[in-house]
Structures are given as C-alpha cells and as structure tokens.
C-alpha cells in the first residue's frame, strides 16, 4: 500500500466493465457509497488487482460489480465468510465485504458476531437502509431506526444497532457514516481500511424507494459528526457517544471505538506448484510407526 | 495352537477405562513386529462417559481381507467394578455383550479387581478364562492407577507368548515416556511384568501349557506406517497440495482437522475452525478464490448445512474438496455408527444443477490416493468435488507398507492457472467460452487479470446477466465440463473376477474388504460371482460401465443403506434392474451379511434383502446398545 498516485487513481477511474448498467434506483444512497469508496482505495494507494470486494445479495451487493477491483458475490450472509478465507489465505490483500443491513444482521448475523471476535484485517461496509431493498421494502434488523414504537409486538421486535454489537463482539474499529456524504465517507472508509483488524463501517445510505421514514433528509436532521476530542480508544466514550442518540436522537458519525491491534504476521499461503513440491511426509510418517 | 492369526476384542467404560490405550499399543507392537493388523470396528457412544466401549483387532500373517465376522478370539474385559449405566450388571457388560461371540476354545481375560464374574458357562464352551485384579494391582502394589492397562497388556503379551523380553515393549515405552523420565518408563515394565505374573499363576494353577494362540514376529524389510482412514486423508491432502482447511467438529471427521491442525501449518498452510458449518465453507470458498487447494470436511448433517455454498462453488466454478465422512442418518442418527447414507446427497443435492464429481473410498489406502484425485479433479475441473467414506473407514486403522504412500504420492499440478505474464491487457475475462467447458482461472492479485465472479446468473466477463442466450451459453459451459471429465479422467469401476455370466456384486465405500471376503467365501462353496467395485461414481461412466453389467447374469448390489442408493442411481442410468442386500442396522457389514444374503437372492430371486432382519447366518444384534 502505498499513497495516492495519480497512476492508481486512473486505474480505479476506468471502470473494468463499462457495459455493465448501474441498477440503482434514480437517488439511492448506495450511489454515494460507489463514489466514496473510490476516492477511499484511491487515497490508500492500492491498485485494482490487490482488492478483493465482495458482495453481498442485495441492492448493497452490487456495488462490487460497478468498480474495477476483484470482485466476488457469493450466497445471502456469506460475504464475511469468503472475506475471511481469502484475508486468511493472502494476508497483504484489501478485502472489503459490501453488504446490506439484511445481509449482514439477519441471515448473515452468525458471520458477523464471529469475524468481530476473530478480528481478521479487513473492512464491512455495511450499506445500511433499514429495510431489504432488493426483496421489495420488508422489515430488516434495523427497521425502525428512530421510530417511537408504542409497544414492541412479535413482529416488530426493536432494531438491532450494529455499532453496539460489534464493540461488544470485539471488533476493534467502529464507524459510522452517512452516504449522502460521500467526503466524510471516503474519509472513514480510508481509515477502517488501513486499519490492522476487523473495521465495521455502518453506513447509512437510504434507500428512496421503501423506507420512507430514514430519508436522506431524516437522516441529515438525525446525525453529526462526531466531536473533535473525542477519544476512541475510550470504550465507555463510544459507549457515551451511542448512547447519546437515545437521548438526543442524534446519530454520531465519525470513528466511534477504535482498539489498538497488534496482529501476528502470516505468510500467504502457498499456491503454486512450485511452492508445493518437494513436500516431505517424514514427520507425519513418524507418527504412525 | 493358532499362529499369527486372531481377533482379539477389549472392551470397557467409555473415557475411563482407555480401551484403546490397549489396543493402539498393541496394534503398534504387532505392526513392529512385521505382523499385519486390522482394527476395523471400533465401537463407541455419543456419549463422552460411562457407555459401553470396544475395540477388536485383527492381527494376521498376511493382510486380511477383512474384520471376518463377529466372532472373536480373545476377549478382554477392562471393567473393575459396575458400569455406571446398569446397578443390575456389575462388571459384566463386555462379557455380556461379547462372551456369546467368542469362539469355542477362545479366551476370555477380565478385570476381577471388584468381584469375580460367573463363568461357567464360557468354561463349558472350552475358553479359558484369567480373572485379573489390574486395578487392585496398580492402586495398591504400584500406587499408580494409570497402570492397570499395563497390567493387562503384560498379560496380553505372555497369554499370546509375544515379546517376552520386552524389546519391542520397552523400545514403545521409551518413546513414548522417556521425555517424561525413565521412572515412567520403568514404571510401566514392572505393571507389565505383575501382568505376566499373574497369567502365570493362572496358566499353572489349571496346568494349561498355553492358552492355543502365539504371535511369532515375522522379519519386515520396511517400516509400516498404523493409521485411520481419516488420518490417510488429511495426509494425502496436505501431500497433495491442499494449504487451507476448514472445519466444524462432528463425528467422525473431527479428526481430520485435528490432524491437520497439527500438521498443515509445517507445511505453510492453515487450518480453520469455522464457527459453523457454512462459515467453514464459505471460508474455504475465499481461500479457493485466492488460488489456494482447499477444502471442507464434514458428516452428513453438516454436509447439509453446506449445500446452498456447494451451489455456490458450482455456479462460481470454484474448485474445492469436501469430504463426507458418513454416519448413520437421517436428522443426528447415530453419529457413532456407520451408514451410507449420503450418495444420493453427494450427486443430486442442491437447487438447480451444477457441476461435480463424486469420489469414494473403499480402503484406508483409498482414503490416502483418492486424495490426490480429488484436489486434482477440483483443480482442473473448477467446481466441487465429494470425497466420500464412512465410519467404518474413517476410524478403522490399518498398517500398510510405508512404501505404498511414497509411490501413490503424486506430483502436484495446478491446471488453468493464469500467471500474470500470461495475461496481456484487459482481456481477460473469468468464464471464457471454451470448448472443454474450461476457463483459464486468475488468482487475486494477478495484475490485469482482475476477476469478477458471481453465483448470481452471468456472462464470460463474470457480470450477471438474465439475456436467455447468454445464460443458455453459459450454463451449458459449465456442464461441458463434466462431458470432459467423462472423456478424460472418469475411471471405471474396479472388477475382481470375470463378469462373464456370473452374477455381479457391486459395491461402494468400506464394504469393499468385506465383498471380497464374501466373494470368497462363495467361491469355496461353488457360487462364483465377479465384484464391481466403484470409487468414481459421479457423474456416471456409463460408457464404462454398460459392457460390463451386460456381462453378468444379475446384480447384486451391497449398501449399508436402506434405499439402495447406489442400486438405483446404476438402474436410472443404465437402464438395467438390480437385486439389493442392504444393511442399516449401525454395524458394519459382515462377511456372513453378505454371503448370507447374496445366497438368498440366488435361492429365492428375491430383489430385497434387508441383513440383520432376513439373512440365514448374518450377524444379528441380540444385546441392545445403550447408546
Ligand atoms: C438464502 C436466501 N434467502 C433469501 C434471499 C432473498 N433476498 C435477496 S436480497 C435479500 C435482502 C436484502 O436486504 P439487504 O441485505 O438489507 O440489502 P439491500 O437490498 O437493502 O441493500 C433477501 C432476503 C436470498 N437471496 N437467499
Ligand atoms: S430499492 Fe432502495 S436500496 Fe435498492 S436500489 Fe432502490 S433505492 Fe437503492
């Protein structure tokens, strides 16, 4: 990784398949989150062929498909599975799960509570619309974000917060940010992707067509950025600064917690043949005579 | 006297009574030894403590055939005092279960430290019988408890007049205690030696010269490796390039990824131990995307978990290896007990169709280079591959000449691969046409040959794609692959015997030792019968196999299943009927099984034989197990 070269920022501008039709819906957050993340892997440094995005099912999940890049999709919850895999495989690689609120926090929470505690170094941005785009607008774990809820019945049960879970699953890098600004966005994103564990960026990005209640326009009302001077590395300082939303309703954008990590080197694993001949079997042997 | 050639059966509590301490450190003598030894059945609960566990040997001049049947030798009871499972049976539960099958003239040797067992009717029968306080000895003469399964081997060794001197007992000691200190080491000699005395005693005090059964060592040139059908298989994956690993812990493949846990790492690789079931997968999946052999190993409800990635890894047309360590199902079944139950899985699992290859193992040898096969078959043909066996295998142990696993070593080669001086500008696209169905493959990180790769329906660039031509034309790309693999690397069924107008048995997995047992045994009472046997079941070699089923009279096919499920895949894509013996009771298949339920076919023409109901001699469970 080095830094912004105007050289890495031409091969992410040309987008590998420029056939391919974005699918959006006209003003869907998720626009913001493809110009962010171009600027953020611009901003590293890193070329194309050292990242491997992958994608989710979901509006979210396309968005791999619409830059240059490795890209992967795989099952519904899957993402942080194969992410993990190919980060544990090729250690130097930029692994970056794309995913929806539904992905991630419904089907795919079993993923997700897991690779917080194993803290492999890779990034999840979490494209987070409070509902599941592209099934059509049911509820997601995050439905009803801000909402005043009279009384929680079976089926509306209250929203999951993904910041609060992954500080408590042991992520080491929480952030949120809001897709409608793509700056601050592509700000976030370059951190959480140098940082050395597991980065979880809950991004809200709104999703125009069914969730009528965390419009762009709720979402601007309902967050700030976090203040200068607040300390990350301080867990009960996240903890305040979340817990801040339930008294204020504002929404706190910006690096939440961030831990110290200290992760032991792996060498990539071995891959070509001749870095896999010329095995000896003698200490396996031994142990059967 | 019988001369190198026994079954000899420990048996005891499960955990506490370390049944197989004795028969491991047995097994490793015999096989120092140069004789030949067979463990094949080994018998444990779900259950962690307490239940009923055993453990027969086989141990012979040449390499058996098989475990033979449920008769035995030699018995031996580690049991002290009353199975925690049963006030009503005090020290009696693996003479119980295993006293009617000893042979007459036999022996039986049990703990005594508690109370002395009735057994006057086994005496009747002609076994000789050694009461032996182990227990008592090692608590109270050697203050140490831990012994009394030295006691008993020491025992073991004088009844069977082996090693007397303790050269191969002491060498075993040494190497596995010195590090410990030769107190350890000394220690355990000297329980051996109360054990020798005690038999002694016993041998004297009825005037028994011996008790009828020697081992005599004989000469070996090379060293003899002992292991499990699942040890076979992780070192044949780790031999045969595999560097990326995952699992999630079920009976009985566990201990493939313990081994490997143990073992990959020296060889640059790693083991996962996925949170679950599809992590592992879908983890394995990312470590095949970054170029890296790998695979997943599971049983057959872990399997299941893993069908909606194994979809995945067909459509992505990632190469990856699972292996299916079957147990007895459906649901949880009996994870303890052997089946095969998941063929039907393996060929037709999933939504949709995609492309895969069945492998399955027969033999501890086949577990170790059909290894070999399989990461080359995923490798070359970019998708999944099964490789199947089942618990009589995966735990069953075996010696086998070290120089078998050097000469099935086979050189390591990645097909399709894209280096980066390969690729030339942007074009390279992931699922190009080909006429084999196969597409050049770029690893991450291959400057210019940046991949995109989706599960969801897509075009040669790898971007999806509903456009009807486009899917048909890539859909059928995938496919071809497998009209490639039928032409190129399919292999056909092994035969034993001459087809020509015989009846055919036909078998797959563990049974194979115990169909050629079975097919000799038939022979020496004129039916001759011709054995097919197949490790490469899917997709199906028809080609290969329609002349030779054309040959027999009739087939016969052996499953421990209940459908007979190999039978019906052989009579949807060969067109012909087949006859079934089946068995699905938990046990293994006996010779007896076999031979019985083939002759009734012969007889009756029946089509279904279902052993342990209907066989004449089969090997019928009379004792219900607690587990
Ligand atoms: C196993 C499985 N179950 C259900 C689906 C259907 N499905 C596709 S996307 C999706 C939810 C999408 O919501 P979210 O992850 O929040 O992403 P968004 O579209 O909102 O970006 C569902 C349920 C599926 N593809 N696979
Ligand atoms: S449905 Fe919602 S999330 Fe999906 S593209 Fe349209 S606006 Fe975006």
Redesign the interface.
Known sequence: MSAASPETARLWEKN??P??RIQWCPGCGDFGVLAALKTALVRIGV????V?L??G?GCSGQT??YL????????H??P???????????PD?TVIALAGDGDTLAIGM??FI?VCRRDPAMTLIMMNNGVYGLTRGQDSPTTGLGQIMEEHTEEHPPFVDPARLAITAGATFVAQSFSGDPKHCAEIYAQAFRHPGFAMVNDFSPCVTYNKFNTSGWYREHSEHIPDGHDASDKAAAWALLDDFDRRGKLPLGVIYRAPRHKKA??R?????E???G?D?E???SV?? | MVVNNLKLLVGGVQLRDAVTTVTDILG?LFM?AGLHVLAMERGYASTIYGAHQFDPLVVSASAPLSYGDDRTDILVALEHDANPDSSIQPNRDTILRHGKNLKEGGVLIYDNSAETVETGELQARGIKVFPLPARRIAQRELKLEVTKNTIVTGALLRLLEFDMDYVLFGAYLEGRFLSKGRGVVDINLEAARRGRAAVEEILSGNGWESVGYRLEPQPSAE?????TGN?AVA?GS??A?C??Y?GYPITPATSILEFLDV?MP?????V?QG??E??S??????????????AVGSSGPGISLKI??LG?AGA?ETPLVIIDTQRAGPATGMPTKSEQGDLAMAIYAGHGEIPRIVLSAGTIEECYSLAFEAFDLADKYQCPVFLLSDLTLTDGRQNLP?SF??EN?K????HG?VRASDVRG?GYHRFEMTESGISPRS??????????????EHDE????TTDPSKRKAIFEKRMRKMQTYLKEDAKPPQVFGSPDGVPLLIGWGSTKMPLLDAQARLRAEGIDTCLIYFTHIWPFPVHLVQPLLRQGSMLIVVEQNYAGQLADVIQQECLVETRRVLKYNGRPFYTADIAGGVRQVLAGGTRVVRVGEEAPDAAIETVPEGD
């Open positions: 590998a398949f056939r391919h070329s194309p062929h050292e491997l992958v994608g099912i791999r498909n240059n890049g490795n890209g992967f999709h795989g099952t919850g899957g942080l599975g194969y992410a993990l895999g190919a980060k544990m495989a090729v690689l079993e993923s897991h792996h060498a694993l071995p891959v070509w043949e870095e896999l001949a095995i079997p200490p396996m042997f059967f005579r | 490793k120092r060293p003899n490796l002992l292991l040890e070192m780790i031999l390039g560097r990326f995952s073992h020296r060889y640059g690789g790693r996962l949170q679950n599809r992590e997968m879908r983890a394995a999946i990312g470590a095949s995307i970054a170029g890296v052999r790998s909606e990635e995945l992505t070290q696993f050097t070593q050189p390591i080669v990645r691969l942007d690893i991450v990180g291959t400057p210019d040959a940046i991949f995109k790769v989706s599960g969801t660039t790898g971007l999806i």
